[in-house]
């Protein structure tokens, strides 16, 4: 199953809004060979520790979060991305609240 795009101009930050006490996710595309995801985290909101058979690209569109990947703990700020390995565990905590671009790798 494929979305295709629309050719548009998009601005990531106001496509999804921080919740209290949620993580909101709005899906941008999706396709066999991998998606695109926006999120946003509300303060202290958190995604509980798993592994994803593919790679993974989050970029921090707003906020701070604390993201742990294979017992390695670094804090990516607005502005900043981090490739998440495929099939290494890792969780992600908002610092305050978050927004994020998340871009799966599937081939």
Do not use: W, Y
């Not at 050719?7 to 921080?18: H, I, P, T, Y």
């Not at 949620?22 to 520790?49: C, H, P, Y």
């Not at 670094?74 to 900043?80: A, K, L, M, R, Y």
């Amino acid at each position: 199953m494929s979305t295709a795009p629309v050719a548009q101009v998009l601005n990531f930050v106001e496509m999804v809004a921080c919740q209290e006490g949620s993580i909101v996710s709005r899906q941008i595309t999706k396709a066999e060979t991998g998606n695109v995801t926006l999120f946003a985290f509300d303060a202290g909101q958190a995604l509980s520790e798993h592994t994803a058979p593919f790679d993974a690209l989050a970029h921090v569109l707003e906020g701070s979060a604390e993201v742990s990947i294979s017992g390695q703990l670094f804090t990516v700020e607005s502005g900043q991305a981090i490739v998440m390995p495929a099939d290494q565990p890792h969780a992600l905590k908002a610092n305050q609240p978050f927004k994020m671009l998340l871009t799966m790798i599937r081939a």
